[in-house]
Each structure stands twice: as structure tokens, then as C-alpha cells.
């Protein structure tokens, strides 16, 4: 019994980790022949693949009536490095047998850097038929503490090419690192959590395979190039990428200005009640407190600015300015790359509070840049209207549902939109009842143009004085992105609203990813190790 053939892999989806492949055609005992552990140069293994046919077999066993019978080692090769692989088998007689292969690797596009001496996989998948360029990608490692040292400057992260096995380093961002060190035992061990971002190219319905390389203390923060920028100070911070230039108001850090680098002559703003911000809501009225917007924050003290080469973060927390009884947080995403502005919000109520309005959802404009309205309706039709043809102020213009997929102001003789692509809405109620609130989206025009989403709203129906009840442990989540484009002159299906929905496609439904794997570290028991249970249940008997 020996191995037939064998060839040095660089990581595939159906194996991402670099490994060396054997193939295995006759068996020496009878029935199938169960694996018992596998050596890599004198070095026991436990991080290997067996397949039959082309199925992976857990736990690992050659079947004797397979045609086909591969083994995949892990082995973090290079061109000429030569490899001494030991397999050990049982058959049904419980007869042992040890196979092995002496290989030396000829292939390209072996190990891709020394200097690092860890790596993490992840298999990233376009589900849905269409190409992704630059999508951001978030996701989070537990490293064992001794591996690594300093993540912002360790860390890199390598695509490689599903066809060719070419590895190439793309830009990343580590944007957050704690760590776990109070003891060590067979259940815990001392782990730094990272927080990493990165932006993948991935083609329509491809498994892509992305290394995240670490474990090399002498390496330097990387600079990478990026087309996003930030500047200012204070609340007063403006972002830009390649798509857009965003100015955030000086006093509130919320949305003001939004400019198109399409379209640079025309400004996307409000400038008229009160602050002035495009984005007001959050927000809530419950008299004979004054109306209160999330947007009259004056400097909020919970302001966190995380910016890098993939993303700048803006999050503002505070209560809503007179109202203890409502917290609220605000996030702002700009990527890298990428024509979406991400606005995320979350009210939190603390105590049981009548109100006569209570909001998110918003965008205000002025009526100097917009003045028609598209959206596209439950049933998948795009429809228009000219803003100013609807019922005026104290009259809602329109209605619309809260699960509307997107909406754009747009100016049908320029052609200048700003669409949102409406993506995450809902709430929870923890004590007490089911959810108080009854959402929707309407369009509103008066000095200004504007949508909001109304979670308790009486005050522009028929009987506006209606005061209604918001329990104490109510939150509501909304997630949503603002995106400045050119409308296509030409009808298109989606009355020249194609790239809008092409977008709202890909946001709804962004790359898949599953968990990181690991190389299994040697301090990992080999037996399975029970978790710490109020009482002793066992878990491995049916």
C-alpha cells in the first residue's frame, strides 16, 4: 500500500490552507481503513482532509469501495522544500498500516511569506450573480496571545486568485484589539481579540479564499493607498472618497452636505430649520417638552472617530437632548471604494414615555437640488412622482411602506439623485406586551423636501392631538445608506434607476463568510473537553 501521486496546493475554497496532496489507490487490509494520525517531518498532525470520490469523510476513512481516495496534509510548503508525510491506518480487522511519502515541492505559488508564521482562511462566496469590487468585509479573530503581538502592525491580509493560486496583499484595517489573559487551563487560554476590515474583489458565484497572516513581531504598520480621506476637527469632520464628499455639521457631528464627485456643482443639503442637517432623526416630541431631533445635539460626549485605509467610522451615543427617557447612538460607515454612505441608528427607551411623535428614517433636502421622487414599491415597480404635485405641508405628501428596499430624491432635468437603499428595521420589546408602534414611510414637502419613518406619529393626521404610549425596555434598530449618483437617462427597466437597485442588491445580500480556520495549535487537547455546566450532563452519549 502506497501513495500513487502526489502534488504540493496552494489554498482552494474545498481546502483553504496550503497542503500537500496525496492519493491513495489500493488497500492493503480489508473493509475501509480508518485514519489514526498523520506526521509532517516528524511532527504530528491533526490538521488534514480526507475525501472518497470527492467527499469528505468525518471522521477521517478511506472506503474500500471508493475509486478515488485523497488525503490533503496541511504543510505551509515552498518551491523545493522536500516533506516526509506518515499515515497511519486501521482496517477492519484492526490490522495497523503506516503509508508514506517522501515529496519534494515543484510547484508556484507556495507559502507567501516566511517573516509570517501564522495564518487564518477565510472562503468568501458571491451568492447572488453579481461581481463584487471592493466590498468591505468585516471579521473577527480570537488569536491565541503568545502568536502575536502588536495586530496593527502584524497583520496582513493576502487574496488569492482561485485559477492561478497567485497570492496578492490587499489593503486592511485592525480597528480593534482586547485582550482575555485572567488564567490558563484545558477549557481557557490567553486570547487577543481582532476587530479587521478588508475589501474583496470577488467575481459572480466564485469562492474566493483570503489568508490573514500574522504571528511576526518585527513587522511595521503597513501604509496602504486609499482613496479615502478625512479632515477637519471636532464634530466638524469631512470624508471623501473617489464617489462623494460628506461635511458633517460642526456642533452635532450629523450629515449636513453630501456632494456627488459625478455631479460636483450640486450640493445635497437642508440649511434651513434649526441646525439645518440633512439627517435630523432620530427624534422625539412628546409635549410639553419642545420637539427634539437627534440632530440638536450640541458636542455629544460618547464621539468616537475610527478611521484607516478601509473605513472611517463616525458614532455619536447620547440621550436625546431633554429626554433622559431616550438614548440614542448614531454610525456613520465611509468606505473605501465604494458609493454607499452607511447611517445606522438605535433608540433605546428607559422609561415609559407618552409621546406624539417618535422617528427615525430621515433625509431633508432643500427644494434647490430635488424635486421628483422614484421609488420602488413591494411589488418590485419603480414608480415617480413630481414632489410639488403631492398635498403640501401640514398634509403628508405620501405614504409608503417601512419595508420600501430603496427611494431617491432626483432632479429629472439634471439628473442628480441621492437614493437610500432602506436595508435593516425593527425593534424589540423586552418586558411587559408585544411592540408598541406602527411604521411607514411617508414623504413630506413644505420649505423643504423630506421622508421620514415613523415609529408613533399623530401629529400630522386628522387628530393630531393623539398622546400614545412607548413602554420603558422599547429599542428600535434601522440601518440604511445614502447613495449620490447620475439617474441613466434611459429607461432601463427601473425608469433609469438600474444602478440604484444594483446596489441595493448587493448591500441586501453582501458576501458570504463562515467562521476563520485555524492551524490546531499543540496545546488543544486531544480528547473533546465538556464545557463548565451547571450540572453533569453527558453530552456524547445518544
Same mark, same amino acid.
Given at each position: 500500500?502506497?501513495?500513487?501521486?502526489?502534488?504540493?496546493?496552494? %489554498?482552494?475554497?474545498?481546502?483553504?490552507?496550503?497542503?500537500?496532496?496525496?492519493?491513495?489507490?489500493?488497500?492493503?487490509?480489508?473493509?475501509?481503513?480508518?485514519?489514526?494520525?498523520?506526521?509532517?517531518?516528524?511532527?504530528?498532525?491533526?490538521?488534514?482532509?480526507?475525501?472518497?470520490?470527492?467527499?469528505?469523510?468525518?471522521?477521517?476513512?478511506?472506503?474500500?469501495?471508493?475509486?478515488?481516495?485523497?488525503?490533503?496534509?496541511?504543510?505551509?510548503?515552498?518551491?523545493?522544500?522536500?516533506?516526509?508525510?506518515?499515515?497511519?491506518?486501521?482496517?477492519?480487522?484492526?490490522?495497523?498500516?503506516?503509508?508514506?511519502?517522501?515529496?519534494?515541492?515543484?510547484?508556484?505559488?507556495?507559502?507567501?511569506?516566511?517573516?509570517?508564521?501564522?495564518?487564518?482562511?477565510?472562503?468568501?462566496?458571491?451568492?447572488?450573480?453579481?461581481?463584487?469590487?471592493?466590498?468591505?468585509?468585516?471579521?473577527?479573530?480570537?488569536?491565541?496571545?503568545?502568536?502575536?503581538?502588536?495586530?496593527?502592525?502584524?497583520?496582513?491580509?493576502?487574496?488569492?486568485?482561485?485559477?492561478?493560486?497567485?497570492?496578492?496583499?490587499?489593503?486592511?484595517?485592525?480597528?480593534?484589539?482586547?485582550?482575555?489573559?485572567?488564567?490558563?487551563?484545558?477549557?481557557?487560554?490567553?486570547?487577543?481579540?481582532?476587530?479587521?476590515?478588508?475589501?474583496?474583489?470577488?467575481?459572480?458565484?466564485?469562492?474566493?479564499?483570503?489568508?490573514?497572516?500574522?504571528?511576526?513581531?518585527?513587522?511595521?504598520?503597513?501604509?496602504?493607498?486609499?482613496?479615502?480621506?478625512?479632515?477637519?476637527?471636532?464634530?466638524?469632520?469631512?470624508?471623501?472618497?473617489?464617489?462623494?464628499?460628506?461635511?458633517?455639521?460642526?456642533?452635532?457631528?450629523?450629515?449636513?452636505?453630501?456632494?456627488?464627485?459625478?455631479?460636483?456643482?450640486?450640493?445635497?443639503?437642508?440649511?434651513?430649520?434649526?441646525?439645518?442637517?440633512?439627517?435630523?432623526?432620530?427624534?422625539?416630541?412628546?409635549?410639553?417638552?419642545?420637539?427634539?431631533?437627534?440632530?440638536?445635539?450640541?458636542?455629544?460626549?460618547?464621539?468616537?472617530?475610527?478611521?484607516?485605509?478601509?473605513?472611517?467610522?463616525?458614532?455619536?451615543?447620547?440621550?436625546?437632548?431633554?429626554?433622559?427617557?431616550?438614548?440614542?447612538?448614531?454610525?456613520?460607515?465611509?468606505?473605501?471604494?465604494?458609493?454607499?454612505?452607511?447611517?445606522?441608528?438605535?433608540?433605546?427607551?428607559?422609561?415609559?414615555?407618552?409621546?406624539?411623535?417618535?422617528?427615525?428614517?430621515?433625509?431633508?433636502?432643500?427644494?434647490?437640488?430635488?424635486?421628483? +421622487?422614484?421609488?420602488?414599491?413591494?411589488?418590485?415597480?419603480?414608480?415617480?412622482?413630481?414632489?410639488?404635485?403631492?398635498?403640501?405641508?401640514?398634509?403628508?405628501?405620501?405614504? +409608503?411602506?417601512?419595508?420600501?428596499?430603496?427611494?431617491?430624491?432626483?432632479?429629472?432635468?439634471?439628473?442628480?439623485?441621492?437614493?437610500?437603499?432602506?436595508?435593516?428595521?425593527?425593534?424589540?420589546?423586552?418586558?411587559?406586551?408585544?411592540?408598541?408602534?406602527?411604521?411607514?414611510?411617508?414623504?413630506?414637502?413644505?420649505?423643504?423636501?423630506?421622508?421620514?419613518?415613523?415609529?408613533?406619529?399623530?401629529?400630522?393626521?386628522?387628530? %393630531?392631538?393623539?398622546?400614545?404610549?412607548?413602554?420603558?425596555?422599547?429599542?428600535?434598530?434601522?440601518?440604511?445608506?445614502?447613495?449620490?449618483?447620475?439617474?441613466?437617462?434611459?429607461?432601463?427597466?427601473?425608469?433609469?434607476?438600474?444602478?440604484?437597485?444594483?446596489?441595493?442588491?448587493?448591500?441586501?445580500? %453582501?458576501?458570504?463568510?463562515?467562521?476563520?480556520?485555524?492551524?490546531?495549535?499543540?496545546?488543544?487537547?486531544?480528547?473533546?473537553?465538556?464545557?463548565?455546566?451547571?450540572?453533569?450532563?453527558?453530552?456524547?452519549?445518544?
Amino acid at each position: 500500500m502506497k501513495f500513487e501521486k502526489y502534488s504540493f496546493e496552494y %489554498p482552494t475554497p474545498k481546502i483553504p490552507y496550503y497542503h500537500l496532496r496525496l492519493s491513495l489507490t489500493d488497500l492493503a487490509g480489508k473493509g475501509n481503513h480508518v485514519v489514526t494520525g498523520v506526521t509532517v517531518d516528524g511532527v504530528r498532525s491533526r490538521d488534514f482532509d480526507v475525501f472518497n470520490d470527492g467527499e469528505k469523510v468525518i471522521p477521517a476513512v478511506f472506503k474500500a469501495l471508493a475509486v478515488e481516495r485523497l488525503i490533503c496534509v496541511r504543510i505551509d510548503w515552498t518551491k523545493g522544500q522536500r516533506h516526509e508525510v506518515s499515515v497511519m491506518l486501521f482496517d477492519a480487522e484492526d490490522k495497523t498500516y503506516e503509508v508514506t511519502c517522501t515529496a519534494v515541492a515543484s510547484g508556484e505559488h507556495g507559502y507567501w511569506n516566511r517573516q509570517w508564521k501564522y495564518y487564518a482562511s477565510h472562503v468568501l462566496e458571491e451568492t447572488i450573480g453579481l461581481e463584487r469590487v471592493q466590498e468591505p468585509v468585516h471579521v473577527i479573530l480570537g488569536l491565541y496571545s503568545d502568536r502575536i503581538q502588536d495586530p496593527e502592525a502584524e497583520i496582513r491580509v493576502v487574496a488569492i486568485h482561485s485559477k492561478t493560486g497567485i497570492a496578492e496583499e490587499i489593503p486592511s484595517q485592525v480597528y480593534g484589539v482586547s485582550k482575555w489573559e485572567k488564567w490558563t487551563d484545558i477549557h481557557c487560554q490567553p486570547t487577543t481579540t481582532v476587530e479587521l476590515a478588508f475589501s474583496a474583489d470577488v467575481a459572480a458565484y466564485e469562492k474566493k479564499v483570503f489568508l490573514i497572516f500574522y504571528g511576526n513581531p518585527e513587522a511595521s504598520k503597513p501604509l496602504y493607498p486609499s482613496d479615502l480621506k478625512i479632515s477637519g476637527s471636532g464634530y466638524a469632520l469631512t470624508v471623501e472618497n473617489k464617489f462623494y464628499r460628506v461635511s458633517l455639521h460642526s456642533e452635532s457631528g450629523s450629515i449636513d452636505e453630501i456632494v456627488s464627485k459625478d455631479a460636483s456643482d450640486v450640493t445635497f443639503c437642508h440649511h434651513l430649520e434649526t441646525n439645518g442637517t440633512m439627517q435630523w432623526n432620530p427624534d422625539v416630541y412628546a409635549p410639553p417638552k419642545t420637539w427634539m431631533h437627534s440632530s440638536d445635539w450640541v458636542a455629544p460626549e460618547d464621539f468616537t472617530v475610527i478611521s484607516g485605509p478601509v473605513f472611517v467610522m463616525v458614532k455619536r451615543y447620547n440621550p436625546i437632548v431633554d429626554y433622559e427617557e431616550v438614548d440614542c447612538s448614531i454610525t456613520y460607515l465611509f468606505y473605501s471604494n465604494n458609493q454607499g454612505i452607511s447611517i445606522e441608528s438605535n433608540i433605546d427607551v428607559n422609561k415609559d414615555l407618552d409621546v406624539v411623535a417618535l422617528r427615525n428614517g430621515s433625509v431633508v433636502l432643500n427644494k434647490e437640488t430635488t424635486g421628483d +421622487f422614484a421609488w420602488m414599491g413591494m411589488d418590485s415597480r419603480v414608480r415617480t412622482v413630481h414632489i410639488t404635485d403631492m398635498p403640501r405641508h401640514p398634509v403628508k405628501g405620501m405614504t +409608503f411602506d417601512a419595508r420600501t428596499p430603496w427611494y431617491s430624491f432626483f432632479n429629472a432635468e439634471r439628473n442628480n439623485a441621492l437614493g437610500v437603499l432602506n436595508l435593516e428595521f425593527n425593534g424589540i420589546r423586552r418586558q411587559g406586551g408585544l411592540l408598541e408602534w406602527e411604521p411607514y414611510f411617508y414623504l413630506h414637502w413644505g420649505p423643504w423636501f423630506y421622508v421620514s419613518r415613523p415609529i408613533i406619529y399623530t401629529f400630522t393626521s386628522n387628530n %393630531p392631538q393623539r398622546v400614545m404610549h412607548m413602554s420603558a425596555g422599547t429599542s428600535f434598530h434601522e440601518r440604511y445608506q445614502l447613495v449620490p449618483f447620475t439617474k441613466s437617462r434611459q429607461d432601463d427597466g427601473c425608469s433609469g434607476f438600474s444602478e440604484l437597485d444594483t446596489l441595493n442588491r448587493k448591500a441586501r445580500v %453582501p458576501l458570504s463568510k463562515l467562521m476563520a480556520k485555524f492551524d490546531t495549535d499543540t496545546r488543544v487537547p486531544d480528547e473533546w473537553i465538556p464545557p463548565i455546566l451547571v450540572s453533569h450532563f453527558e453530552e456524547l452519549v445518544d
